[in-house]
């Protein structure tokens, strides 16, 4: 089955649905979720959006302070481009409904929290749930308007070149994506103009992460495959603060906590022990923060650290993190009385797909956007609530762009159907299983918070052995939503592990014993397939 639309997004979350809207204004767009439409990271976000709304802060200082966080690795102009977009980017979603806390005698002005690298207060935000205030209003605009066409349950697999075209083409140009409808279990055909990325992130590449349960690096792994350089991967964003429990997995204590007075303490000693470790204290950015996390948690032996915001009022924590009070009190924890169990876990991929203020990658009619991208807007680590801004801001570059360019564009040609005359079912899913349990482990225990060059070899001689039984299992049997994300996991995984072997230097999130000092020259890490 084929299906044309005007323009063709990967991901329903913040930064496809910003695209979405602003381009259904004029064309006819579909947007494809790999599951729900809600399912993505954006739903997740519990911090808020960072803009420059505060009287005496300046995008100056915004921008200072998102450098200082990137190690030097951002590009100046992304950084400058993003932060003077950001309050327009806020005002279009008041403008949507998202139901901003407000502050202020006559509750007129925006409520603004502080995180961690922050040097002042510019976090706009809907309690604890701003990722998911953002999601609903976002999906309700998108659902309203009759020219998005919103797909939920398609497995992206590749991404459709010239060499899909019923005429075979040696065109590096990108016409759609084949997907797999999990419903009906066939591959379907999408085709449009143009095309935008908006997958997110590579996190379940970790054995402890954040992310949500699809966030397998897809959109990096088919844009690689497609010709599109991939930068930075090793700049891997580890949180400091994921509750500890053993029967809720990736749970999130926001940075917020820490911003609003939290401190973190070793559960033995009960010792504040941040600043020991930076004069920043809690407020230090997410790096330091989640090495010393670490560093504690092997010195002693533990299982987890403490995060205290006990010693403030009640009623102030409660007001504050009203979601995360309500989930941890279900488990038995009164955050006004005690401390939480935390420890770190992956937390948002900072490199990825290649792309220019345009959201332009190296493929012609392919876009991309949010997570999936190396923008240069993080660098060597992303300031606290930078994360949903560049979704905003790069979601409408693209759609800018696309509509700019919409006569140069060609409409796509007639492609091949996909082809599984040569392959049968699996009668061995135990395989996909125990790949995709190692890789999560190896790339845990060697390309985690720490790293050295020994580790990474050991992690690179694994992926060359994995990628060999998975490429031979992916030829051989039909494909199914798991063989897919196996498949791209290790794609990312094996990016993730060349980028940080390239790296001979510590910056920002990447760590390593063998090269503990930063070199002179902020570079970034580019890999061209």
């Not at 926001?254 to 470790?277: C, I, Q, S």
């Not at 039909?478 to 940080?500: F, G, K, M, S």
């Amino acid at each position: 089955m084929t299906h044309q639309s005007d323009i063709l997004i990967i991901g329903s979350g913040a930064a496809g649905l910003t695209a979405a809207l602003q381009l259904a204004q004029k064309y006819k767009v579909a947007v494809l979720a790999k599951g729900a439409l809600s399912d993505g990271a954006t739903a997740w976000a519990q911090g808020g959006i960072a803009a420059v709304l505060e009287p005496g802060d300046t995008f100056e200082s915004h921008i200072e302070d998102t450098m200082i966080a990137g190690g030097g690795l951002n590009n100046r102009a992304t950084v400058e481009f993003v932060v003077e977009n950001a309050p327009e980017a806020i005002d279009r979603l008041a403008k949507l409904g998202v139901p901003f806390n407000l502050d202020g005698p006559d509750k007129g002005d925006w409520h603004l929290t502080r995180e961690g690298g922050h040097s002042h207060r510019r976090i706009v935000h809907v309690d604890d749930a701003t990722g998911w205030a953002v999601q609903q209003a976002l999906e309700a605009a998108a659902h309203a308007n009759p020219n998005i066409t919103l797909i939920p349950d398609m497995v992206a697999i590749d991404l459709i070149l010239g060499r899909h075209q019923l005429r075979f083409s040696t065109s590096g140009r990108i016409h759609g994506v084949y997907a797999l409808n999990r419903a009906t279990g066939l591959v379907e055909t999408f085709t449009a103009r143009a095309t935008i990325l908006a997958s997110g992130g590579a996190g379940r590449t970790y054995l402890y992460s954040t992310a949500p349960r699809g966030a397998t690096g897809d959109g990096i792994a088919m844009a690689w495959r497609a010709g599109c350089r991939v930068s930075n991967m090793e700049m891997m964003q580890f949180h400091p603060t994921c509750l500890y429990n053993l029967e809720i997995k990736n749970f999130l204590i926001t940075e917020a906590v820490r911003g609003e007075g939290g401190t973190l303490k070793n559960p033995k000693t009960g010792h504040r022990y941040m600043p020991d470790y930076d004069p920043r204290a809690e407020l230090a950015p997410r790096d330091i923060v989640a090495r010393a996390n670490d560093a504690e948690i092997k010195r002693d032996g533990l299982d987890y650290v403490h995060l205290d915001i006990s010693h403030k009022p009640a009623d102030f924590v409660k007001a504050h993190f009203p979601n995360i009070y309500e989930k941890l009190m279900g488990l038995g924890i009164d955050i006004t009385k005690e401390p939480i169990p935390v420890v770190p876990a992956q937390h948002y991929t900072c490199g990825g797909v290649l792309v220019d203020l345009n959201g332009c990658t190296d493929a012609p009619g392919l876009y991309a956007a949010g997570e999936v991208t190396q923008s240069g807007l993080h660098g060597a680590n992303r300031l606290a609530s930078n994360s949903l801004l560049e979704c905003f801001v790069f979601g409408d570059s693209c759609a800018r762009h696309i509509d700019a360019n919409w006569e140069s564009l060609p409409p796509p040609p007639p492609i091949r159907p996909w082809d599984e005359s040569r392959v049968t079912d699996s009668d061995e899913e135990v395989v996909i299983a125990q790949c995709w349990r190692e890789i999560r482990q190896f790339m845990w225990n060697f390309v985690g918070i720490v790293r050295t060059t020994k580790r990474l070899e050991r992690a690179k001689h694994r992926i060359d052995l994995l990628r060999q039984e998975v490429e031979d299992y992916y030829s051989h049997f039909r494909v199914t939503p798991d063989l897919i994300e196996l498949r791209n996991l290790v794609e990312v995984a094996d990016l993730i592990i060349r980028c940080a072997l390239t790296r001979k230097e510590s910056r920002g999130l990447h760590y390593t014993l063998d090269f503990p000092e930063a070199l002179p020259a902020p570079k970034d890490t580019v890999l061209v397939p």
